[in-house]
């Protein structure tokens, strides 16, 4: 039995008596205590690679702060570096692969990868963050979507262009619908596992979906988001997994989004969330939206921003507060801590009604 | 008398025989004859300070391609420049100020540039090129909008997350507002100079709006872009000077942009260009939205690209076809070739009734 399941039932819009929050990247570089862990691993990879210390490190937030959520921490590019392009980080550089897909031969190679084996080590940290979380908060699993991993598998890397893949999808959309197909397939075994190594809620990071064309946008990445909602496990250990997309920036198309298959919608900080909600009515809940850089203004401010995004929304359940984006490392967390204790006082009013 | 005067019809919404187009960057370093120029100028910002130089990059694009219009080469930052702080380009690394604004002290004692004096070479570039263009096609001229260019002032060059820019807007809106009311009253006066001095249309770049919330979107940077639209002169050698307003990722904030004065509105390529008419109506004239990135595909699929953008807008004036952002230093010359021809070609039969 979970001691708090606010985020899950937010999620599903049932009854909460407060808006639920965690923050997205809330275990990372903003944290001493994660530097000092990463530092002790040797590498972002080994601390990724590692049970132990990916455990450890999902853990440190919740130290901190009452959230409300625990998501694994993980890299996004574990599948396609379980298919065998090789991923490393360049000091200074991102995520990078030895061996970017370009050629017709090297999508056709493309396998999906059996998550027991070449992913065995997340599925360990899952269940190691579940045992060590004993039943206080519920674990997020996730993986980028098919259209981003394929971003990062055609590019090699970071992109502020997107050329080579933008150019296989103009020139040969075939081979760039092959790599989706394998990779849609890859994310639904990857993410099924991970619901069943104890993943209590899933989430897909559709990072770059929002850098096409609105149609492209509903054939290269909408489509096998909509695939994946179709293939997820919905219910694991007696109660509903409830599953979440996010399209940075992705708000134009957001009653496409909600259309998808998902029980609940990431919102970025471009998009009012009182018009976000008026346009999806009671299809999705909403998960977002505050700008990471509001952090950066003083209490009062992220007092302000916390109660104008809460009045936004408005009444009743339905909504998980978090940032539109990670949280930068610049931040202080002081400021984190301002903002976790005003959603949890300031959205209380919010529910009064239905509890 | 201009010989071809479609672009500036277009604008305005008046009757044309084909739909016209101009391409973000046309003058730059996808074109050969640029990089040689640049070469022999020494620097990208001796190219831009000297009118000689600057009259030769801007006339290169339109030797080579039939375009509609030539646009002013220029620096988004002269502005900034020309206010003491120093702008320079670090080799491979973009623009950058020896004095960004982050103190109170250095904020109260910006003002407002004197275009005659600081920026006097812009200003003569601007009436060598219309000498040179010879009533062939018209000059644009342009500014980056207060918020942008705020962004490289107190950031101090580029960003990835405007956190300076963004800590002070939360922490301290009033010293924020301060630097955007002396910028707006330089654009003003810099854009009034440039028509002065014969561009004939004029657009204003905001590149970075579109990283605010909705919120701050209206207060820091639509406010003032509606005020330079207030101060625009808006006739000049006997004809109307249509303006231009571009916000980047401003796609969900669409109506309150037409809404903003201008004639014309920038689309970025996420946008449908077929939903964007049904909601501005004929309010204003629509610029854009090919993603730069389909001129990486074929000849074939430009053309459809091109086709689908067309059919979307629809029958009549009040379109200019351009890029959704500037075209980038990978793109085949070839290719561009094809876009200009397709665009002329078949835009035809959507102005068919009206001429």
Redesign the interface.
Known sequence: MLKNDTFLRALLREPVAYTPLWIMRQAGRYLPEYNATRARAGSFLQLCQSPDLATEVTLQPLARFPLDAAILFSDILTIPDAMGLGLYFAEGEGPKFERPIRDEWEVRNLTVPEPDVGLRYVLDAVGQIRRSLAGSVPLIGFSGSPFTLACYMVEGGGSD???HI??M???RPDLLHRILEVTTEAVIRYLNAQIESGAQAVMVFDTWG???????YREFSLHYLSMIADGLIKHAEGRRVPNVVFTK?G??WLESIADSGYDAVGLD????IA?ARRRVGDRVALQGNM????L???PD??RA?VQ?ILAGFGMGSGHVFNLGHGI?R?TDPEQVAVLVDAVHQLSRPFHAEVV
């Open positions: 262009d997107f050329r933008k150019g999808l103009y020139r929002g850098t096409l064309t609105p149609a492209a920036g708000g134009l900080w471009t998009m009012d018009e700008d990471p850089m509001a950066f203004g003083s401010s992220i921003e104008r930068t610049f």
